[in-house]
């Protein structure tokens, strides 16, 4: 290659190399045996945020996970309107292909797409200025309500609020798709919700008979 990498695109080559070095030649039988496919037992949901690699966060290896992430962790409800449904997708595949047995929605400490859905300081924007960020987080128009009544719209107690209500509403919405609630009812599938914040770097799950998220021993 002649052309000049940027700094960033040569910081990730330096990171690639090191992964071909260590992390890729002693492991070769593994990565052959997932040349041949996929059979992760998990899917998690989880936000884009930097700060929240659920590989990292769980120790994982490639093959264990199928991951969606994307602004806020959320999942939409069912919808059957045309329009690009990438987590739908994601969620079928998942579920009726590969057949995991457990979905994790994780949430996070300081999310930004939580805190917009919080302050709705996007609202009103173009599409390519902020507006598909409003549409896609005004998913939590309806969990922001009883928080903002409590907590008002600023302040982390507020915000860390919106963020766990932002798992229960993509834990409610997986449960509009009827393949999950089916698998659900019938055992075969489990739906936990989680939240970790790179702060305390504690990983919390969700008690859904209490609602409250109890810290990991
Ligand atoms: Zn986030």
Redesign the pocket.
């Known amino acids: 290659m002649t052309e000049q990498l940027s700094p960033e695109l040569d910081h990730l080559v330096a990171g690639y190399r090191r992964f071909r070095h260590e992390g890729w030649t002693p492991k070769l039988e593994r990565w052959r045996e997932l040349g041949e496919g996929q059979h992760p037992q998990v899917m998690i949901i989880a ?3 930097s700060r ?1 690699d659920p590989a990292q966060i769980f120790d994982t290896d490639p093959g264990e996970m199928f991951v969606v992430r994307n ?3 959320m999942v939409p409800p069912f919808e059957t309107a045309p329009g690009h449904h990438g987590v739908s997708a994601a969620l079928e595949f998942a579920v009726q292909v590969l057949k995991v047995r457990e979905i994790i929605v994780l949430g ?1 400490g300081m ?4 805190q917009a859905a919080l302050t709705q300081s996007l609202q009103g924007s173009v599409p390519g200025e902020g507006g598909f960020i409003a549409d896609w987080i005004a998913l939590l128009d309806e969990a922001r309500e009883p928080v903002v009544a409590r907590y008002g719209t600023t302040g982390r107690e507020a915000e860390r609020a919106m963020e766990h209500a932002g798992v229960r509403t993509s834990l409610a919405n997986l449960r509009t798709f009827p393949c999950i609630s089916q698998k659900e009812a019938k055992g075969s599938l489990r739906l936990t919700g989680a939240f970790f914040a790179i702060s305390d770097g504690v990983l919390h799950l969700l008690d859904e008979a209490s609602g409250t998220f109890h810290p990991v021993d």
């Not at 999310?111 to 939580?114: A, E, M, S």
């Open positions: 936000c884009s945020d929240v602004v806020a962790a996070h999310c930004g797409g939580c």
